[in-house]
């Protein structure tokens, strides 16, 4: 059975969130590309085995982040612990985490069944979570589709209107 206290999973949630609460404020690209590299640096730390390979890269804005985070710990730890017993699962290595269609798509090789169905529930709760900011959201059509919030599908809209 899932284990969902595993420590490594709040701490990865825990820092991630803070990343999007950090966000949040004003700030100018640059720091924002830095927080941007501090999520897949710290992913890349915590799961050295996941992303031991080459990969392209993490695509999407940072209100998927915390669901990548979670994802990468159940991952990991169902990997783990499945080693420990007789069953042997085939570390899982990312090859490409992005966003496309509007849907968390989150590519990789080795694991098992029961990963299959983590990566299936991870695209689901993403599809409802604003890609900006995490809040509840759904598909938006227009121009390109996105999963968004009111506030962030409004914003889109307005800039749309502006032409910027
Ligand atoms: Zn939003």
Redesign the pocket.
Known sequence: MMEWNNPAMISALDQAAIAITAKELPMDQDLEYQEYDAFVKQLETTYPQMFAGKYGGIECAA?WWPIIASLCASIQHHVDWKNRQSDAVPQVTVTQIKEKFGGLRFYYDGGDDEISGMVTMAAAWASHA?E??G?S?VLRHGGWLKT??N??HNLRESRKQSGV
Request: net charge negative.
């Open positions: 209100g604003c900006e900011c809040a959201g968004l919030c506030t962030h």
